[in-house]
């Protein structure tokens, strides 16, 4: 049996993408017996969390885990901006999600993170594109409030994964 929670890469013409199985909670569906487009912001930033927080000994993590997420570690990452566009309703589902991020930029003390949301890799050759997203998250001191340059690491960790940032089609 594979494990269907570990990160793994996948090459994209734009550059490389993480791919994070996200699994589904119960508690994730709304009255309409779909992912409440609320609960989807939870699970892009469970995704968030996994891609970018440093693991804890013996803990499977991307290479891009390089953030201390300690409330000791000085540096808060917060959310400057967020936008989704949905295509699909996602039903309730055992296999997880097939979030897959990238970079759309590397700025001095922010990323823009870019997500499209899939369909379980396991469920059929057909994939559904159920959303897609970007949130810009700013590196900041704690103590300070004031935004922290990223580190040549972290440079070094990302820059691997900057592709296209993605374009809305349905923005008025």
């Given at each position: 049996?594979?494990?269907?929670?570990?990160?793994?890469?996948?090459?994209?013409?734009?550059?490389?993408?993480?791919?994070l199985p996200?699994p589904?909670r119960?508690?994730?569906l709304d009255?309409?017996?779909?992912v409440n487009?609320?609960?989807?912001?939870?699970?892009l930033?469970?995704?968030?969390?996994?891609a970018?927080?440093?693991p804890?000994?013996?803990?499977?993590?991307?290479?891009t885990?390089?953030l201390?997420?300690s409330?000791?570690?000085?540096?808060l990452t917060l959310?400057a901006?967020?936008?989704?566009e949905?295509?699909?309703?996602?039903?309730y589902?055992?296999q997880p999600?097939?979030?897959q991020m990238?970079?759309?930029?590397l700025?001095?003390?922010?990323?823009?993170?870019?997500?499209?949301?899939?369909?379980?890799?396991e469920?059929s050759?057909?994939?559904?594109?159920?959303a897609?997203?970007?949130?810009?998250?700013?590196?900041v001191d704690?103590a300070?409030?004031?935004?922290m340059?990223?580190?040549?690491?972290?440079?070094?960790?990302?820059?691997?994964?900057?592709?296209?940032?993605?374009?809305?089609a349905?923005?008025r």
């Open positions: 049996m594979t494990d269907t929670t570990a990160p793994t890469v996948v090459p994209s013409t734009s550059g490389r993408r993480l791919h996200i589904l119960w508690g994730d009255a309409f017996n779909h487009n609320t609960a989807m912001l939870k699970l930033e469970e995704a968030r969390v996994r970018f927080w440093a804890a000994a013996g803990e499977d993590a991307p290479e885990a390089l201390d997420s409330i000791y570690s000085g540096i959310i901006r967020q936008e989704i949905y295509f699909a309703p996602v039903p589902q055992r999600l097939d979030v990238w970079f759309g930029k700025g001095g003390s922010s990323i823009e993170v870019c997500y499209e949301v899939f369909s379980p890799i469920t050759p057909t994939r559904t594109l159920y897609r997203a970007t949130t810009v998250v700013v590196k704690a300070t409030g004031r935004p340059r990223l580190t040549p690491e972290e440079r070094a960790a990302w820059s691997p994964y900057l592709g296209e940032p993605l374009v809305y349905h923005r």
